[in-house]
């Protein structure tokens, strides 16, 4: 802890950014702004950082869009959070380039960064009241006495805490702790916010509100924010564009929809949400074999040839069990081997070619299980939509 807040006083002393154009634009969320107004504001490119023999990041490249607010999202020691801490010049890259706001700032020390960040810990500083916490930067800046007072009561308002600024951070919960280290990290107008897993140590109703609380209060300053979360639920709520990592590399870019509906990889898919993998084998155009049964699919790669092995995968929810009869392909006949109620739905496990080896996952309404009688031990015909059925090659 005394780590980060040394950090903090570093970070908090960096330029700031430009307050009228922060003006200019605020309001406005990104997918709003004219495609052409939409600048990189932070590019990275060819980022390697190796700890000795071991290659935490290797050859990463990505560009961020001014306002936008991006998720970092991964297992732990995918990289994450080894590249927020490169942005911030914590962890100095091995090798590659990092340009924010055009200016190249790969070899700067973080004291002349452009960023605010809040540490999955806050940091605050526990023997100083809540407002000196947040006057921590602007003081470090030499701002004079009223001008600081009146932009830490301004920041308290923001994020919901006019009235806490006398009280010490032992004596606050876990979640307002949390939003006088976001105050802190806006005090001195950053280009950049930084977020380090902000919401880990909170209770999950707490994360939820503050999910909503802290993408709310990003649009309306329109500040570009990079967040680091392992939590799925959280990027997928909160960000504009997901970058999700493993090993080291950019798995995927995308937007929380297209993450979660064109995974590019097997681990995307299974890491984001639950997703069903079953063995096959291309049948044709369009076509895959999988227990026993010949299904069509939109999503094949044009690359795959008959009798090529793929990994067939659908989603628990994508599989219908109303209205069946009369579909004329992706139709089976399956088992009701086992039914998990999960309090707004069932996750049946069906066996569509009665051995368990086959298994597959299907999330089922309370409503629909109660109209057709879905029971375990039942047979239930399913269909398979043939644009929601994904095929991977086998690597």
Known sequence: MKQDAAIIGRAASGVSANEVEMKARRGMLPEERPEASREVYLRIENL???????????????????????????????????????????DVQTSGRIEQAGRDISSLPASERDFGIVFQSYALFPNLKVKKNVAYGLENKGLGRQEIRARVAELLELVGLPDQGDKYPAQLSGGQQQRVAL????????????????????????????????????????????????????????????????????????TPEEIYRHPASPFVGDFIGSMNFLKGRVAGDGRVQIVNHTLETTNMPATVAPGTEVLVCIRPEDIVARNVDGRESNVMDATVHEMEFLGSFYRARLLPGGHASDAIQADFSINLVKDLGVREGGSLRVWLPADRLIVFQER
């Open 48 to 90: 390697t950082k190796k700890f000795g023999d071991f290659t935490a990041l290797r050859d990463v490249s990505l560009d961020i869009y001014d306002g936008e607010f991006v998720c970092f999202l991964g297992p732990s020691g995918c990289g994450k959070t080894t590249l927020l801490r490169a942005i911030a010049g914590l």
């Open 183 to 254: 105050a802190r990290a806006l005090a001195t107008s950053p280009g950049l916010l930084l977020l380090d897993e902000p919401l880990s140590a909170l209770d999950a109703k707490v994360r939820a509100y503050l999910r909503h609380e802290i993408k709310a209060l990003q649009a309306k300053l329109d500040v570009t924010t990079i967040m680091v979360t392992h939590d799925q639920e959280e990027a997928l709520t909160m960000a504009d564009r997901i970058v999700v990592m493993n090993h080291g590399v950019i798995e995927q870019v995308g």
